[in-house]
């Protein structure tokens, strides 16, 4: 059974590459809802690899996604994996990953007109 949701994303991870050349994508995004949540979904295989290049922080996705249990050694797990998305609204601002400085701040230097 799919599902669907609508939110914003926070945060979308580097490609993880597993043995056979298989790939992993996480995307975290908040949920438009009276109490947002942050919802973790991954994206496996090529359609990693598609996300990583259309998905960016600040859209606004509809995210299509199945919730698959397992259990391991007496532990179960869930994951929730993302087939397909829907970019309603793309970002306004995209930070810069390449950013090597942070400007400094003297201490010393009053520049609160208040």
Known sequence: MAFKMTGEVLKVSEIQSFANDFKKLDVI???EAK?????KLEVLGAR???ASDEISIGDI???NFDVKGSEYNGKHYVSVTMFAWEIL???KYVPNKAIDEVPS???NEDENPF
């Open 29 to 31: 995004i908040r949920t």
């Open 89 to 91: 609204t793309e970002a």
């Open 35 to 39: 109490y947002p949540q942050d919802i």
């Open 48 to 50: 990693a690899v598609k």
């Open 61 to 63: 996705l509809q995210a």
């Open 105 to 107: 701040i003297d201490p």
